[in-house]
């Protein structure tokens, strides 16, 4: 398939994980794809599978001033964009009598601050009949222990994709979210979980997994190409779950 023939494509988070899957993919069906992160070599490594026409530009989700500086970028290279997805994220889990000032802050300033302002930023560089898709997570609806600041603000990050879609659906912009179960990545090991309890909480997961197994970054990306592909276009304001069953049986 080449549904994305001629199109230009971001990704933010895209050097690593989901977001180097979904690029992958994306450029795979023929799109310009633009990553984004904060690791320059991860980066450097991400571009070589995209393409000669991929960029690869190094940016903090967290930091308004890059969204600003990222969205200039897309000006000066007279790139409209047709897609975005917002990968970047955090994921670091404490219980609440650890939890402080400096965890909640890190966490939202990624994930739904940073979030917010880099569609804003990047608004004007969006094709009609764009797509927007979040990165969200089964953590906003399971009750997961330690992972209260996490899932607040991947909560957070699905109500956006309601009211954000009513906002901008007369422009003809459609915005979704995938919310990935337990998934294979890098985040997975940067939870903040000693390394020596890692196997053990992943058999526990595992177990809590209808499929018995954790879900992969190109699964995930099936999802997300999926929904800013055409074959989406009827389809706003929704949250599509890919998490093995995890959070519905």
Excluded: C
């Amino acid at each position: 398939m080449n549904r994305f023939q001629h199109k230009a494509v971001l990704v933010t988070g895209g050097n690593s994980g989901i977001g180097l899957a979904t690029a992958q993919a994306f450029s795979k069906e023929g799109a310009r794809v633009v990553i984004t992160g904060r690791d320059q070599k991860t980066l450097d490594e991400a571009k070589k599978s995209l393409g000669e026409s991929a960029m690869a530009l190094q940016n903090d989700a967290g930091d308004l001033a890059a969204a600003k500086a990222l969205a200039e970028v897309i000006s000066n290279a007279n790139i409209k964009l047709d897609a975005i997805f917002i990968n970047a994220g955090v994921a670091k889990f404490a219980s609440l009598e650890d939890a402080d000032e400096g965890l909640w802050d890190m966490t939202f300033n990624t994930n739904i601050k940073g979030a917010y302002f880099t569609i804003q930023a990047l608004l004007p560089y969006l094709n009609k009949g764009a797509a927007i898709i979040l990165n969200g997570s089964i953590n906003a609806h399971i009750g997961m222990p330690n992972s209260s600041i996490y899932a607040a603000s991947k909560a957070a990050l699905i109500s956006l994709a309601k009211t954000l879609s009513a906002e901008l659906v007369g422009r003809g912009i459609r915005i979704n979210v995938v919310s990935p179960g337990p998934v294979v990545t890098p985040l997975y090991g940067k939870l903040g979980i000693p390394a020596e309890q890692l196997d053990a909480v992943a058999s526990s997961i595992e177990a809590q997994v209808p499929l018995k197994r954790f879900g992969t970054p190109e699964e995930v990306a099936s999802a997300v190409t999926y929904l800013a592909s055409t074959d989406a276009a009827f389809i706003v304001g929704t949250e599509l779950i890919v998490d093995g069953g995890m959070s519905q049986l």
